[in-house]
């Protein structure tokens, strides 16, 4: 993260924040199942820091976590306009389960998963 970066708003399964003009940041903490209800409030907090659809997004998936079936059909069915998405995947079965979202999913920008958040910084800038 940069020197420009905000304090993170946080909540009970994760952080948002603005680590760099133009990109916000959710970190979803290790072990945590996330829920509809999380990604309501992952919402709010996307609403409130985010100044419009060119915010370019990274999501970051700590060891152990995942996402309820109902919190992706959400995802897919509400998610927030961004000019590109960058996933942060740290485990196999995570992996997995992103790989067959994407391909269900229609796209609406770039979008691609890296292990560690530098990788992913290094895509999104140039995005």
Request: proline content about 3%; overall charge positive; charged content about 30%.
């Amino acid at each position: 993260m940069t020197s420009n970066s905000i304090q993170p708003i946080r909540r009970e399964k994760f952080e948002g924040s603005i680590i760099e003009e133009g990109i916000i940041y959710f970190r979803f903490f290790e072990n945590e199942v996330i829920e509809p209800s999380d990604i309501k409030e992952s919402f709010e907090i996307h609403d409130l820091l985010a100044v419009d659809e060119n915010i370019k997004r990274i999501i970051h998936s700590e060891k152990y976590g995942t996402i309820s079936k109902a919190g992706r059909d959400l995802v897919q069915s509400s998610s927030r306009p961004a000019k590109a998405e960058a996933f942060v995947i740290t485990s196999m079965a995570q992996k997995i389960i992103f790989n067959l979202f994407v391909k269900l999913r229609k796209q609406k920008h770039p979008i691609r998963a890296f292990d560690d958040l530098n990788d992913a910084l290094k895509w999104i800038r140039k995005k």
